[in-house]
């Protein structure tokens, strides 16, 4: 009777403390979520989207191992901001792994495929590498410019939202609902920050450090100089947005006088690559004395490289017009 009283109350023991360990673990997990939903919203290069806007797919334990290692790496914070502005769902080993890929596949195709030859396809391999990055910074531009061409009609909304009586945060939030892509995300974004008690201060800033703009960024001055001395709102928007509407208009018009220098850099840049990859697939014995003469051939090789990117660089120097 006493060796059963004993294993039925082991037995339940062991029970009580299994239900504990599995309610601590539940709790755990829970807040482990509830932590990483809030990172999306309190984090400055966050996701930018909503939760209910996109499948959110759980990472692989590959990608979260490299995702470890590469957390504290100078260069995965700059990709980090880099995928955050180009609004990219990508993890930093994600697109780790891209350069990897590319620069395989260039490699491949490089090699078997175009030129026949291992060093040439490693020249494209280490090429091909890089086309991750200019497809982000390609992203990147586009979205900053698309909300900098969209600013003066979000100025024409907010102004028109505060004079209807609505606070400031009102206003974003009619602007987050009723303004194209990009800037209804990244109001939206603002508004999110601020119900979940980050200064307004905070959150403007962390828009303006996603989306880089001077323009914005005049505009985030004068909402924060209000917010401290008061004054009325709707006109000092009103009078920036003027302004940038004229800024616009002449960015617009340098942009068409100097597309004459811009497409002359282009062509000039690549005319002697183009013509060069052209010679190797049609006769790759004219060519191939250059690729395969290590002492002579590859010198060349560089300093031609070297000189048309030097070309291109002042080139797009001198068309580079500061406002």
Request: charge should be negative.
């Amino acid at each position: 009777m006493g060796m059963e009283f004993l294993i039925a109350g082991g037995a339940g023991v062991l029970a009580v403390l299994i239900l504990i360990i599995g309610i601590v673990s539940i709790r755990k997990e829970r807040q482990a979520e509830i932590e990483d939903r809030l990172e999306r919203y309190t984090s400055e290069y966050g996701s930018l989207l909503l939760e209910e806007d996109v499948d959110i797919q759980e990472p692989s334990a590959l990608t979260r191992q490299l995702d470890k290692a590469l957390a504290n790496r100078g260069f995965a914070q700059k990709w980090r901001v880099q995928l955050a502005r180009a609004d990219l769902k990508l993890t930093v080993a994600e697109y780790f792994s891209l350069h990897i890929i590319a620069g395989f596949g260039a490699f491949l195709v490089g090699w078997f495929i175009i030129f026949g030859n291992p060093i040439a396809g490693a020249i494209a391999g280490v090429a091909g590498m890089f086309f991750p990055r200019f497809y982000v910074a390609r992203k990147q531009g586009q979205r900053l410019r698309g909300f900098e061409n969209q600013l003066p009609d979000t100025l024409s909304l907010w102004v028109n939202a505060l004079r209807s009586g609505f606070s400031v945060l009102q206003a974003m939030e009619s602007i987050g609902k009723e303004s194209p892509e990009p800037t209804a995300t990244e109001f939206k974004r603002v508004v999110q920050e601020v119900q979940l008690g980050i200064p307004m201060e905070d959150a403007l800033a962390h828009l303006i450090s996603r989306l880089p703009s001077e323009d914005m960024d005049l505009v985030v001055t004068a909402v924060n100089i209000q917010r401290e001395v008061g004054g009325n709102l709707a006109e000092i928007l009103d009078s920036i947005g003027h302004t940038i509407r004229e800024r616009i208009k002449l960015k617009g018009e340098v942009r068409v006088l100097t597309s004459q220098g811009r497409i002359t850099g282009w062509v000039i840049s690549m005319m002697p690559i183009l013509l060069t990859l052209l010679l190797m697939v049609i006769s790759p014995d004219y060519m191939g004395g250059m690729v395969e003469n290590r002492m002579c051939g590859w010198p060349m090789l560089g300093c031609g490289l070297g000189l048309i990117g030097t070309g291109a660089a002042v080139i797009q120097k001198i068309v580079n017009i500061d406002y």
